[in-house]
């Protein structure tokens, strides 16, 4: 079986400040690994995945997730975060041709 | 960019009425999913679909929901006599299969209201 936990409901940070969102997995076998975003009323966007090779893994509108495989986390970060990276943010696991399994969600609220 | 398609974005039924949701996946993507997210919660797996048949479903989908694949292009998710509780954000997704299947596309999801 396989499951995702992401601790963090939500996570307030202030415009320019670093944040990271923890993801934790447990699964018995190699799984890939991802973080979806979901701004306001609008559908699941892929932000990146890892799948393997180097652990650190570079998405898109600057954010990037560490693979720690003896922690089984893979948290995502931002150095900087923009009034434009508030949204939900749904770390997920996949295994195969088995379903996406998704955490509960972070939501990620950016002060001014 | 290939990508998922979903028809209508939003839908508005009465409860006890019958839905559609339509779901174009990408082309040449052999395994088929629907996912479910009730405002404010969290995205939960509905039916995975694979060769013409229910491959895994969830405790949710019960005899009220079935799903088809009409023709070679688009998947469908029906319920048959809504309830309120029904009212959520419906997501398509699609994977290409095979040893390499490393990714679900998602559709930008149908919008749900059981009114």
């Known amino acids: 079986a396989q499951s995702v936990t992401q601790l963090d409901s939500q996570v307030p940070v202030f415009e320019e400040a670093p944040v990271e969102l923890r993801c934790n997995y447990s699964s018995s076998v190699s799984v890939y690994l991802f973080w979806y975003v979901q701004y306001p009323n609008q559908g699941l966007q892929l932000l990146l995945k890892?799948?393997?090779?180097?652990?650190l893994v570079k998405g898109i509108n600057g954010f990037e997730a560490e693979f720690n495989k003896s922690q089984t986390s893979f948290h995502l970060r931002k150095p900087s975060v923009h009034i434009s990276d508030t949204a939900e943010y749904f770390c997920?696991?996949?295994?195969?041709?088995?379903?996406?399994?998704f955490g509960t969600g972070t939501k990620l609220q950016v002060i001014p | 960019e290939p990508e998922v398609t979903q028809t209508p974005s939003h839908q508005v039924t009465q409860m006890g009425q019958e839905v559609i949701l339509r779901c174009v996946p990408i082309s040449n993507h052999l395994y088929f999913y629907w996912y479910r997210q009730i405002l404010g919660q969290k995205v939960e797996f509905l039916v995975s679909?694979?060769?013409?048949?229910?491959?895994?479903k969830s405790e949710i989908f019960d005899d009220q929901f079935s799903v088809e694949r009409p023709d070679g292009s688009n998947f469908t998710l029906k319920i048959r006599s809504t309830k309120l509780e029904d009212s959520a954000m419906y997501f398509c997704a699609s994977s290409e299969g095979g040893a390499s299947d490393t990714e679900a596309f998602f559709g930008q999801g149908t919008r749900l209201t059981v009114v």
């Open positions: 997920a696991v996949l295994r195969g041709y088995q379903k996406v399994t």
């Open positions: 890892y799948l393997s090779g180097s652990t």
């Open positions: 679909f694979y060769n013409n048949e229910i491959s895994e």
